[in-house]
C-alpha cells in the first residue's frame, strides 16, 4: 500500500478501503505522507464526493488519528451541539449552561472565526480572562465541578481534522460535503457523546448557500453519526439574516448574557430552546421535544441557566463580574450608523458581505492566527422585512477606526430596500432518526 497508489483509486472513481483511509491519515499525521500526496487526495475527494460506507471509514480514520476524550467519574448523559456557522450564531453560549441547569453534561469543543463567520472560542475570550486552551485534565475537571466544559481542539485529539482543515483552507477545499461531515463528527465523536444536535445553516452567510446543499449535508452527517452509535437530531435553519440583533465577539457575549436572563432576541431564544429541548429529549431526560423546550425555558428564565454560566467564567478563569457589570466587557471607542437608502422594506441581500465587513474591522481573520480586536462589530437596527424610510438609522457599527472603508463598502453591498420582501423561516426542517 502506498499513497501513489491510493491516489489512483480516487482519480478513477474507485472506492477507498478502510485499510487505505487509515494508511493515508495515519502516515499524514506522522509526516511520512508530503502535503502535495495530502493536497491531491483533498481535491479529487472534494471532486469525485465519497460514498457513505467509504465516509465511515474515513471518518473513524480521522478518529483514530489522536486521543479521544474520557469522562469515567460523569455519571450524567454527555451532550453537544454543533453549527456550521453564520453571522450572529450565538447559540452555543447560553444553550450549553441552560442544558447543564437540566441535568445533562455538555463537553463542547469548538473553534475560532476564519473569514466571513464568527467562532465561538473567540466569542467568549471576549470575557476578561477567560480561557478556551484547557488540556484534557482541565476539561474533564471543569466537566465534572460545573456540568459544562468549553475548549479548542488539543494537538493529540484528531489530529488529522488539525492538519487537514488546515490545509483545505489554503486549497480553497472547504465546501466539500463529505470533508465538512468527517471534519464536525470527527470531533464531535471523540467527545464521547450519548446524543448529538447538528445545526446546518442555509443561505447568504452560510458555507453552503443553497437549500439543497444543505439539505444533503445535513443527510449525510445524520447517516454518518447514527452508524457511529450516536443519537442525533439535525436541524437546518436559516442563515440569510443575522441571528440576534448583533455581531461581533463582545456583543455577541452581551446578547446570550441577555438570553441567560430570559430576555434577548427572540430568534436566539428560539433556537436555544429549541436545539436545548431536541438534546434532553435525546438524553432521556424529556419526554418530547415540546416539554424539552419548556425545561430550557424555564432555566433561562428562572436564573439557574445564568448561574451555572458564572461558575463556567469562574472555573475556566474569568471574571464573572461581568455578568453583572456589562462595562468589564470590550467596548469598541467609536460608533457610525448607517442609513436607509430608500423608503421600502429592508432586506438582507448578502450576508457574506456583513461578515467580511466585520473581519475588515478587526472583528475577524483573514488567516489562521491573526489578532482580532474583541469590541468592534454591528448591530442591527431594524429586523429583515421591516419597512423602512430614507435617511433611518438601520445599522450601527463598533469600530475602532480600523478597515472603515472597507466595512462600509461592504455592508452596503450586503442590504437592500426592497419594494417588498418576505424573509425565510428560521427553520426549515427536523431530521432524525
Not at 223 to 229: D, E, F, N, P, V
Request: aromatic residues 4%; charged residues 25%; glycine residues 12%.
Amino acid at each position: 500500500m502506498d499513497a501513489r497508489s491510493i491516489l489512483r483509486t480516487k482519480r478513477d472513481g474507485g472506492v477507498l478501503a478502510r485499510e487505505e483511509s487509515e494508511f493515508f491519515l495515519r502516515e499524514y499525521v506522522a509526516g511520512r505522507i508530503p502535503e502535495h500526496f495530502a493536497s491531491a487526495l483533498l481535491a479529487l475527494i472534494f471532486v469525485r464526493g465519497m460514498e457513505q460506507g467509504e465516509l465511515a471509514d474515513w471518518t473513524r480514520a480521522m478518529l483514530d488519528s489522536g486521543e479521544r476524550l474520557a469522562f469515567p467519574r460523569v455519571e450524567l448523559p454527555k451532550v453537544d451541539k454543533h453549527s456550521t456557522g453564520g453571522i450572529g450564531d450565538k447559540v452555543s453560549i447560553p444553550l450549553t449552561p441552560a442544558l447543564a441547569a437540566c441535568g445533562v453534561a455538555v463537553p463542547m469543543i469548538s473553534g475560532r472565526g476564519l473569514g466571513h463567520t464568527g467562532g465561538t472560542l473567540d466569542k467568549l475570550e471576549a470575557i476578561p480572562g477567560f480561557r478556551t486552551q484547557l488540556s484534557s485534565v482541565e476539561f474533564a475537571r471543569c466537566l465534572e465541578t460545573v456540568g459544562v466544559a468549553l475548549g479548542g481542539q488539543t494537538p493529540e485529539l484528531v489530529p488529522a481534522d488539525r492538519k487537514l482543515y488546515a490545509l483545505r483552507d489554503v486549497t480553497g477545499l472547504i465546501e466539500s460535503i463529505p470533508l465538512i461531515a468527517s471534519s464536525i463528527l470527527s470531533k464531535k465523536l471523540a467527545e464521547g457523546l450519548d446524543a448529538l444536535v447538528l445545526d446546518v445553516k442555509f443561505g447568504s452567510g452560510a458555507f453552503l448557500v443553497e437549500r439543497e446543499r444543505g439539505a444533503e449535508l445535513a443527510r449525510t452527517m445524520l447517516a454518518l453519526s447514527q452508524s457511529m452509535g450516536v443519537r442525533t437530531t439535525v436541524f437546518q435553519t436559516c442563515m440569510s439574516r443575522p441571528l440576534g440583533r448583533k455581531a461581533g465577539n463582545a456583543l455577541e457575549i452581551e446578547e446570550s448574557f441577555d438570553c441567560l436572563e430570559g430576555g434577548g432576541p427572540s430568534d436566539l431564544r428560539e433556537l436555544v430552546c429549541l436545539q436545548g429541548g431536541e438534546l434532553l429529549r435525546l438524553a432521556g431526560r424529556a419526554a418530547d421535544l415540546d416539554a424539552g423546550r419548556a425545561r430550557i425555558a424555564r432555566a433561562l428564565d428562572d436564573g439557574s441557566a445564568r448561574a451555572v454560566f458564572a461558575r463556567v467564567i469562574e472555573a475556566q478563569g474569568g471574571d464573572p463580574r461581568c455578568l453583572d457589570d456589562r462595562g468589564l466587557l470590550p467596548h469598541a471607542r467609536e460608533r457610525e450608523r448607517l442609513t436607509a437608502p430608500a423608503d421600502g422594506v429592508f432586506a438582507w441581500a448578502d450576508l457574506r458581505e456583513l461578515g467580511l465587513a466585520i473581519t475588515a474591522l478587526g472583528g475577524g481573520r483573514k488567516a489562521l492566527g491573526d489578532p482580532i480586536d474583541p469590541a468592534v462589530g454591528v448591530e442591527f437596527l431594524v429586523d429583515d422585512g421591516a419597512r423602512v424610510r430614507r435617511g433611518e438609522p438601520v445599522l450601527e457599527l463598533h469600530h475602532s477606526g480600523i478597515g472603515l472603508d472597507e466595512a462600509r463598502r461592504r455592508i452596503a453591498a450586503s442590504f437592500e430596500v426592497r419594494a417588498e420582501h418576505r424573509p425565510d423561516p428560521l427553520v426549515l426542517t427536523r431530521s432524525n432518526a
